[in-house]
C-alpha cells in the first residue's frame, strides 16, 4: 500500500507508548492533524461486548457542551400546527404526508430526521428505507417528540450519537483541530457521563470500557487514559 509523504511525516509506533490523559495527548495530536481541512478529533472506544453471554446494546445521544464543529442538514416530519415550531427552531425541511412521500420515492436530503409521536405511526412504514441510514427517529435518541423546538436545536447545536458495533467498538468526534483544548475535553467529560449511566441502565459488572483511543481524522491513534473508571 502506498502512503503519502505527508503520512510518513507523522510519528510510528504510537500504540506502543502507554496511556495518557487527554490534557496530554492534544497538543500532539493537533500537531499531527498536517492535512489542508480542518481534522476532526475523534474517540474509539472497546467495550466488554459480553456480560453473562447477553450482549451488551449501547444507544443514546449526548449534548456536547462545546458543539461538534458540523452543520446538520435537520428535517422535521409533523403536522402542520407544529410546523411553525420546527421552522422557528432551525429546521431545514419541514413537512407532512407530501414530506414522507418524497421519503418514500428516495428524495433523502438531511442527515437528521425528527418526528412527532401521531406521524411516526406513518413514517414507521419506511423502515427498510430510513433503517439501513441511520435515520429512523426513535424516542430514545430524542427524536421522535412533541417538544420539537429542543428536538431541533439540540440537533443543530452539537449532539453526538453512542452507539456499539457488533464488535463492541464505539466511534465517536469531540470535535475539531481548531476547537480549543477545553471544548475538546468538555465534550469527552460529557460522552464519559453518558456512558457511566449506560453502564448503570445496563446493570453492567465490572468494566464497561476496555479501552480507548484518539486521533485526528488524517492523524495516528493513541492510547487514551480515562478520568474516570467506567
Known amino acids: 500500500m502506498m502512503t503519502s509523504k505527508r503520512f510518513k511525516k507523522l510519528p510510528e509506533k504510537t500504540l506502543e507508548l502507554q496511556p495518557e490523559s487527554i490534557d496530554k495527548l492534544l497538543g500532539n495530536i493537533k500537531k499531527n492533524c498536517t492535512a489542508k481541512f480542518d481534522e476532526s478529533i475523534d474517540l474509539s472506544f472497546q467495550i466488554n461486548n459480553k456480560q453473562k453471554k447477553n450482549e451488551i446494546n449501547i444507544r443514546t445521544v449526548v449534548n456536547l457542551p462545546g458543539g461538534n464543529g458540523k452543520k446538520v442538514k435537520v428535517a422535521v416530519v409533523c403536522e402542520d400546527t407544529k410546523s411553525t415550531d420546527a421552522k422557528s427552531a432551525g429546521a431545514d425541511i419541514v413537512g407532512g404526508d407530501d414530506f414522507i412521500e418524497k421519503i418514500k420515492n428516495g428524495e433523502i436530503n438531511f442527515e437528521k ?3 412527532t409521536p401521531s406521524m411516526m405511526v406513518k413514517l414507521s412504514k419506511l423502515g427498510k428505507i430510513l433503517g439501513p441510514k441511520g435515520l429512523m427517529p426513535n424516542p430514545k435518541l430524542g427524536s421522535v417528540t412533541e417538544d420539537l423546538k429542543k428536538a431541533v436545536i439540540d440537533a443543530k447545536s452539537g449532539q453526538a450519537e453512542i452507539r456499539n458495533d457488533k464488535d463492541g467498538n464505539i466511534g465517536v468526534s469531540i ?3 481548531t476547537f480549543t483544548d477545553d471544548k475538546l475535553i468538555n465534550n469527552l467529560n460529557a460522552i464519559l457521563d453518558i456512558l457511566e449511566k449506560e453502564k448503570i441502565n445496563n446493570t453492567i459488572k465490572g468494566d464497561l ?4 483511543y484518539i486521533t ?3 492523524g ?6 480515562l478520568s474516570k473508571n467506567i
Open 175 to 177: 470535535g475539531k483541530k
Open 209 to 212: 470500557i476496555k479501552s480507548a
Open 216 to 218: 485526528s481524522t488524517m
Open 113 to 115: 430526521l425528527i418526528c
Open 220 to 225: 495516528v491513534s493513541y492510547k487514551l487514559k
